[in-house]
């Protein structure tokens, strides 16, 4: 049997009586239980200044036949700057699961 869940489902009323907050892209798919979301002026251009800031982020050219292995192989040897983090936002890594790619890095 496989279990899933949103985040919707989870900030709901699903688990926990209480939910204080709801981490992510501001958008009006929060829990109904946690009403209409705020927007908070200049949030988006604060954002997009810290995700286009060379001190913030960078990039590299990675090969056309690249493997999801390759490509966690990179980041975990990768020294200058060492990654602290992996948010598979495009969902590059794939055939693996969260404990797999966990253990692999």
């Known amino acids: ?33 946690m009403g209409h979301c705020e927007y ?14 060379p001190n913030t982020v960078s990039t590299i050219l990675i090969p056309m036949e690249w493997t999801a292995k390759a490509l966690l192989t990179l980041i975990a040897t990768t020294t200058s700057p060492p990654y602290n983090a992996l948010i598979d936002t495009g969902a590059l890594i794939t055939g693996m699961s969260n404990y797999e790619v966990a253990r692999f890095l």
């Open 1 to 33: 049997m496989m279990l899933s869940a949103s985040g919707q489902d989870l900030a709901g009323g699903m688990l926990f009586r209480t939910c204080v907050g709801f981490s992510g892209t501001p958008s009006n798919l929060l829990p109904q239980e």
């Open 40 to 53: 908070a002026e200049g949030d988006d251009g604060k954002v997009v200044a810290t995700l286009s800031n």
